[in-house]
């Protein structure tokens, strides 16, 4: 694991960032939009409430909006469905043999908009910009790519290939890495968020003009179901269907992804002005999820519980394991639940939820216990006087209050705290420089693999917590050259007993997020992952 940390620490505070700025963050209007807002029987418009960084695909990085937004109009190797498993998106196969090397096959109908077929030069291209020290995209992190350097994360400048990339044929590439992936890890961590770009369109572009090139945000050739016509990064982007998309022509001519303030979605969905909210670009707030649910031209739809409300800790600053035992079991966690999201989640130990295939059932949350927390705190000679700093998001409306009630509940055994509401800029900020001791913030571990996330947030004195394990280490590193889902389960119960005894970090509870989708849509359904897979097969009804 120790060799992977540069990569896993990118790729997950990149996620952490993503998730959490797409939990509850306050857009702008959607009254400013518009020329993207009108509904119109022909129109289907996707509400989301966080802003859109680019719709370049060599700057993926910033939101799950982002992502999706994205690939669009560039399809991803594979992505997630509903049941957190693979779909091929442009590829047909991807294998390996020593998870050091991967072959990737892009499937044989891949085609640009511009009937030219989709070709292994593409991808070379685009994994080989991905990797550019000029476009300098830190968020998909490419330094476990062969060929980029140990010390940048980057190719040379002006690099037309890789060591580690290889076209062995017109649909045909291998992408070897410097260390072990498992399939899933690769498939999460790269097959979904590389997003194959035209080389014949932008091969002749120069590599210090991509990463502000206009061409994005309208482009001509696309090989996804959709494309940008018109695009306000604060507001909307708009879609033409891509009537030559090679899994069939979309049935909806027109698709605006819009931003409208969190207060404002359920008004959206009532008038009809939205027609589908998913769980993870959307946040809806808890006291809006009873109006929703009455709409009678809405479908209320929870999704799988997958983002946690987790409790990080500076184990530098707070060192004593009894102190965070005793944090740990100061905390009613069902009744925060049960009191902030009226149960609509469940409460865990550690990184799994009932969601993801490693969950191990028998291991239990431990119950809220003054007593026990009290006389860990007399053990470990914890002074009453002093005061921990607790930064918590103030874009998270739910958890304000939820953080109120934990500092109450940790004054009743002796422990003090100074809550501390930060934006998500300076929260991210104060927790890379290790300015607090206690830290809430919604956090999502992909069901399917949570490697990246429990690698960097246990990853030692740079990682958020500062707690580094040599049991969490071995099992991390096991987990990577293992194919059964049992095997692995077993490797992922000692890391989250290992957090149940050692508390870096407390799993607070898990959210089941509220989408909605609009009763005159056919064959679209908001769920956490996949919602987009078939979209060219969504219809509206008449």
């Not at 050091?100 to 892009?106: A, G, Q, V, W, Y």
């Not at 870096?504 to 089941?512: A, G, K, W």
């Amino acid at each position: 694991m120790k060799q992977g940390k540069k990569w896993t620490a990118a790729l997950a505070a990149l996620l952490a960032v993503s998730l959490a700025a797409c939990s509850g963050s306050t857009a702008a209007s959607g009254s400013e939009s518009t020329a993207a807002a009108s509904s119109t029987s022909d129109i289907v418009n996707v509400g989301v409430t966080s802003s859109l960084s680019s719709l370049n695909p060599l700057l993926i990085g910033a939101t799950e909006v982002d992502k999706y937004a994205q690939s669009l109009e560039f399809l991803p190797l594979v992505e997630l469905n509903a049941n957190n498993e693979f779909d091929y998106m442009l590829a047909d196969s991807i294998t390996t043999d020593d998870n050091l090397t991967f072959k990737i096959h892009i499937n044989a109908d891949a085609k640009w908009s511009d009937g030219q077929p989709v070709t292994a030069s593409d991808l070379e291209f685009t994994l080989i910009r991905l990797a550019s020290p000029v476009i300098a995209n830190y968020g998909l992190d490419m330094s476990a790519m062969v060929g980029t350097s140990d010390e940048t994360g980057f190719l040379e400048e002006g690099a037309t290939s890789a060591e580690g990339v290889k076209v062995v044929d017109d649909k045909t590439l291998t992408l070897t890495m410097k260390y072990a992936f498992s399939m899933v890890t690769f498939l999460n961590s790269y097959g979904r968020y590389i997003e194959t770009l035209p080389k014949h369109i932008l091969g002749d572009v120069a590599e210090s003009d991509l990463s502000a090139y206009e061409w994005f945000n309208a482009p001509t050739v696309v090989d996804g179901p959709y494309q940008a016509t018109a695009v306000d990064n604060q507001h909307y982007i708009s879609y033409d269907a891509n009537a030559s998309y090679w899994k069939g022509a979309p049935k909806i001519s027109k698709l605006n992804i819009q931003v409208v303030d969190p207060a404002k979605v359920l008004a959206g969905l009532q008038s009809g002005e939205l027609d589908f909210v998913q769980q993870t670009m959307a946040a809806i707030p808890q006291e809006d999820y009873a109006g929703i649910e009455a709409l009678s031209n809405v479908k209320a739809v929870y999704g799988d519980p997958i983002t946690t409300q987790s409790m990080f800790i500076n184990t530098q600053t707070v060192s004593d394991v009894r102190v965070r035992q005793a944090i740990q079991l100061a905390i009613d966690r069902k009744g925060l639940l049960q009191n902030l999201l009226n149960g609509k989640g469940e409460v865990d130990e550690g990184f799994l939820t009932s969601a993801s295939p490693y969950y191990d059932s028998t291991l239990q949350p431990l119950d809220q216990d003054v007593e026990k927390a009290k006389q860990l705190l007399a053990d470990a000679g914890w002074d009453s006087n002093k005061e921990l700093t607790f930064n918590v998001w103030s874009g998270d409306s739910t958890f304000v209050n939820g953080s109120a009630v934990v500092q109450q509940e940790l004054a009743a055994v002796g422990i003090k705290v100074n809550i501390k509401l930060l934006d998500l800029n300076s929260l991210m900020a104060a927790a890379g420089n290790h300015e607090f001791d206690l830290m809430a913030v919604q956090y999502t571990y992909a069901p399917i693999d949570p490697y990246p996330d429990v690698t960097w947030l246990l990853g030692g004195e740079t990682s958020w917590t500062g707690y580094e394990s040599d049991a969490v280490d071995q099992a991390m590193n096991d987990s990577q050259t293992l194919s059964d889902t049992e095997a692995v389960k077993k490797e992922y119960r000692i890391v989250d007993d290992d957090v149940q005894q050692n508390v870096p970090m407390i799993n607070l509870y898990v959210i089941s997020a509220l989408g909605a989708v609009s009763t005159r849509l056919v064959n679209a359904t908001p769920t956490v992952f996949g919602f987009f897979n078939n979209i060219q097969d969504w219809e509206i009804q008449k």
